[in-house]
């Protein structure tokens, strides 16, 4: 069985650029989950689908980052235009219900220059 | 005050010994607790999870929760080279929220 996959697994791009981050969770999970971690940080939470629907956003820094995810399978989170802060490693993991394990994909690192 | 707390290190163990994590947590309604091991440039990977208060053994690891203290930590017994890595402790909050520690960089000394 695939694990949480995710694309590209590195990103360089310029401040005010705009980058796509992709994620498919595992088969059959309902639940995603976006964390980024920053530089020398602990593992911050972004936010949670269950299915399509937006569970809890309350992590998303700012109105720069939109995480969508139409027909409730794989998802994307677009940073537009990226600023430097926004360096750091991307995660997402997905489970199968809320309160199941959550496996983590080996995440995005971003690189805003 | 950070929602759940560890100690950075680096904590050095000799080969074979037993190697000590620990975490404090701030929010009561936290329901359940994780130990995931990140080896550098790779993902979180899921050790232990805890539930109840007292110990949780598998294998090597046992998982130690005190909810009164609000106090998890991490026993790796015999421990190996192969367990340096960074071990982040996380808790699930009221809402399913995970929120993690910042980690606790281990080395195994062979």
């Known amino acids: 069985e695939a694990g949480v996959t995710q694309f590209p697994s590195h990103s360089v791009i310029e401040k005010g650029q705009t980058v796509t981050l992709r994620c498919d969770p595992i088969s059959g999970h309902d639940n995603l989950y976006w964390y980024r971690r920053v530089m020398g940080k602990e593992i911050k939470f972004l936010l949670h689908f269950v299915k399509e629907s937006k569970q809890d956003e309350s992590g998303m820094p700012n109105n720069r980052f939109l995480a969508e995810r139409t027909g409730g399978t794989y998802s994307t989170l677009k940073v537009q235009p990226a600023e430097l802060e926004d360096s750091g490693v991307y995660f997402c993991?997905?489970?199968?219900?809320?309160?199941?394990?959550?496996?983590f994909g080996a995440g995005t690192r971003l690189s805003v220059l | 005050q950070k929602e759940v707390e560890q100690n950075s290190g680096p904590l050095s163990v000799p080969e074979g010994a037993i190697a000590s994590l620990n975490c404090t947590y701030s929010?009561?309604?936290?329901?359940?607790f994780f130990w995931y091991r990140q080896y550098s440039g790779k993902s979180p990977e899921l050790i232990m999870f805890i539930y109840s208060n007292g110990d949780k053994e598998d294998g090597r690891f046992t998982a130690q929760l005190n909810k009164a203290s609000q106090y998890v930590s991490l026993l790796i017994r015999d421990s190996q080279p192969s367990d340096s890595a960074t071990y982040l402790c996380a808790a699930h909050t009221g809402g399913f929220k995970t929120i993690f520690g910042a980690g606790t960089r281990l080395f195994v000394k062979a």
């Open positions: 993991a997905s489970s199968q219900d809320e309160a199941s394990i959550q496996y």
């Open positions: 929010d009561r309604g936290s329901q359940s």
